[in-house]
């Protein structure tokens, strides 16, 4: 699954919407748009709080090859 779909998947089943969840890991609400958007990716810092946020292993989060185990 890709990453942008993970963000995705992951702030709607914890029931964030776009804004709660930038606010939550200190990011822009269009930067995170971008994210799911699949337009970008976050450098390492932001990856590895979008991943605590989210309740997932940031290398699992960040690897299109794995599947998230959340």
Known sequence: MKFSNK????RIKHGYTQL???ELTNITQPALQAYE???AKP?????IQLAKVLGVNVDDLMNDEKEISA
């Open 20 to 22: 709660e969840l930038a």
């Open 7 to 10: 963000v995705k998947y992951l």
């Open 37 to 39: 958007a699949g337009k």
């Open 43 to 47: 450098l390492k810092n932001t990856a």
